[in-house]
């Protein structure tokens, strides 16, 4: 017993040296102390040493896109650092092509303030802001899909038909981490007060706070507007929109904008889900239907065994082969996983569809 007591003794001894030693190391070496981080080579901020430039950027009321929660998972959050931000790190290589690396991009969940650093960002990500929204509204569109409203109150948010904000996960039980998801806005841009998502259970850490946790009333921050997947006024052609699960909110966006100012330019929306349980939003499509004399809404469905469905059967890239004969005249928005979207571009290419006129949001 004594052994045990005596060997009990010396791991706890060794324990707690160790554990004075990290505590002294990250006061000494991981004090880096104040540094000066400048952007664009207009603003200038002081701002405490040894942080990610992800969160301090955060913390100054700064938001870049960062749909993994600063993981270095995602690439969203990347930035073009011109002084100061040390080696490439090898959890950054991934996600940085030969090109992005030549231009100083880094990416800002990983990069660390050790020392002045100067990074430039695009102007736009200085109009981003961050909301305080209450959920006023949460139904279940499908099984696993939810959709959710959430009221901004005072606050207006402006953004393009198309983008995407990100709404901020707190710790919850069996969750210790803050985490931030990026989400496709299915709203209108003149429901300036609120903003509408279409939420998919995936078993992650915000799809499960969003699921099983929060409820109408709670407060939830969200952060945005973000992205470069948005309507283009420039076009006036004809319009091949595509999406499948939580892809149709951003085509909603579209839809609604299209709707609100007459755009009646001819437009097919291919949507694609596994079974009849996993069509929803119709009451929405059969409104644009109505509004928009030159909207069709086309179906196909995966895994639909009963017949009873009339519609089309297959994948979304099948459809469009079917329906459209000649694209050479269309642009077309795309919505969904990236193994979707690449096998939609090449039907989309097979029908003469210009590559400069494809617009997509891999997710």
Request: contains cysteine; glycine residues 8%.
């Amino acid at each position: 017993m004594s052994t045990i007591l005596t060997t009990t003794l010396i791991i706890s001894a060794i324990t707690s040296i160790l554990a004075a030693i990290l505590t002294a190391a990250d006061r000494t070496v991981g004090n880096y102390g104040k540094v000066k981080l400048t952007i664009n080579n207009e603003k200038t901020y002081t701002v405490e040493g040894g942080t990610s430039l992800l969160s301090t950027l955060r913390n100054e009321k700064i938001f870049i896109p960062s749909a993994c929660g600063g993981k270095g998972s995602c690439g969203y959050c990347k930035v073009v650092v011109t002084e100061g931000g040390g080696p490439v790190l090898a959890t950054e290589l991934p996600l940085l092509t030969k090109e992005e690396l030549a231009k100083n991009m880094r990416l800002s969940c990983q990069c660390k303030l050790k020392q002045d650093i100067k990074i430039e960002i695009p102007e736009e990500l200085f109009n981003v802001k961050e909301y305080a929204s209450t959920v006023v509204k949460m139904e279940k569109a499908t099984p696993t899909i939810k959709y959710l409203r959430f009221d901004l109150g005072d606050e207006e948010i402006n953004f393009r038909p198309g983008q995407y904000v990100q709404l901020k996960a707190p710790a919850y039980e069996g969750n210790d981490e803050e985490v931030y998801r990026a989400y496709s806005v299915a709203s209108s841009v003149n429901d300036k007060h609120a903003i509408e998502l279409l939420i998919g259970y995936t078993g992650g850490i915000a799809t499960t706070y969003v699921h099983q946790h929060l409820n109408v009333g709670d407060n939830v921050h969200i952060n945005g507007p973000y992205g470069d997947f948005y309507y283009h006024e420039d076009d006036n052609g004809p319009i091949i929109l595509a999406g499948a699960g939580t892809g149709m909110a951003p085509i909603l966006s579209i839809l609604k904008y299209m709707a609100e100012n007459n755009i009646n330019r001819k437009t097919i929306f291919f949507f694609g889900a596994k079974t009849m349980s996993d069509l929803f939003m119709l009451e929405q499509i059969k409104y644009f239907e109505e509004k928009l004399p030159a909207f069709k809404f086309i179906a196909t469905l995966s895994r639909e065994e009963s017949p009873d469905w009339n519609g089309d059967r297959g994948r979304v890239p099948d459809s469009i082969i079917k329906h459209v004969e000649n694209g050479e005249n269309y642009s077309a928005y795309l919505c969904g996983s990236p193994a979707m979207i690449d096998s939609i571009i090449k039907s989309l290419e097979e029908k003469n569809v210009p590559l400069n006129k494809i617009y997509y949001d891999k997710f």
